[in-house]
């Protein structure tokens, strides 16, 4: 069964650090999507990405932050200064279409340790 | 504005019985719905959708109620077993996103 995958399964950074996290969605999708979760709390969205554009992006995602798809396989979210509070897990998720009518499919995350 | 609410923090049952977890929704144009859970360390799991255009969807051990008059949804588990251990969501979609509440934690007693 098609799955999305995200690489590493945890990183540790130190603050003011780069990172960049990777996601390979399913392949015939085409609407990208990084969410975060806070240990102990709720899944919040971040940002969603069709045709190599930025569709909708939440408060959160900041000037920090950027998504990219650098080939045709791979979907990045960047974190430019990690700060101790962007220690989340990072959630990738791909769907066929948008628009709110369509299953979006999640990968198993990257634990993100900030220090 | 928009919510998706679930009416109980937590639900706790014992193995075999059946689970019934519940979610009220604000949007009476809302024509998609979604039912995901969450195990624990992983990424939320797809489990079963319904249109608005149904009030019953079966899948296996699943079944999802949709009453529209009072904007209710609520998922149904046969049989509960111990891998139904999770955190169950029905997020409120909208555009380009998916707003996920605080879900429902399901304990499955052995």
């Known amino acids: 069964e098609p799955e999305v995958t995200q690489t590493p399964s945890h990183q540790v950074t130190q603050m003011g650090q780069e990172v960049i996290l990777r996601c390979v969605p399913i392949?015939?999708?085409?609407?990208f999507y990084w969410y975060r979760q806070i240990l102990g709390q709720k899944v919040e969205f971040l940002v969603s990405f069709y045709n190599n554009e930025i569709s909708e992006k939440s408060e959160i995602f900041d000037d920090q932050f950027s998504v990219e798809r650098p080939d045709g396989s791979n979907f990045t979210l960047k974190i430019r200064s990690t700060k101790l509070e962007d220690s989340a897990m990072y959630f990738c998720?791909?769907?066929?279409?948008?628009?709110?009518?369509?299953?979006?499919?999640f990968g198993a995350g990257t634990r993100l340790s900030v220090l | 504005g928009e919510s998706v609410g679930l009416h109980l923090p937590t639900l706790s049952v014992q193995e075999g019985d059946n689970s019934i977890i519940n979610c009220a929704y604000s949007n009476s144009a809302s024509d998609y719905f979604i039912w995901y859970k969450q195990e624990s360390g992983k990424g939320p799991q797809f489990i079963i959708d319904?249109?608005?255009?149904?009030d019953k969807r079966q899948g296996q051990r699943v079944t999802v109620l949709l009453n529209k008059t009072v904007k209710h949804l609520s998922l149904q588990i046969a049989a509960t077993q111990p891998g139904d251990s999770a955190v169950y969501f029905c997020p409120l979609l909208g555009g380009f996103k998916t707003i996920f509440g605080a879900g429902t934690r399901l304990f499955v007693k052995a």
């Open positions: 392949s015939n999708h085409l609407y």
């Open positions: 998720a791909s769907s066929e279409a948008g628009s709110g009518n369509y299953i979006q499919y």
């Open positions: 319904i249109r608005s255009n149904m």
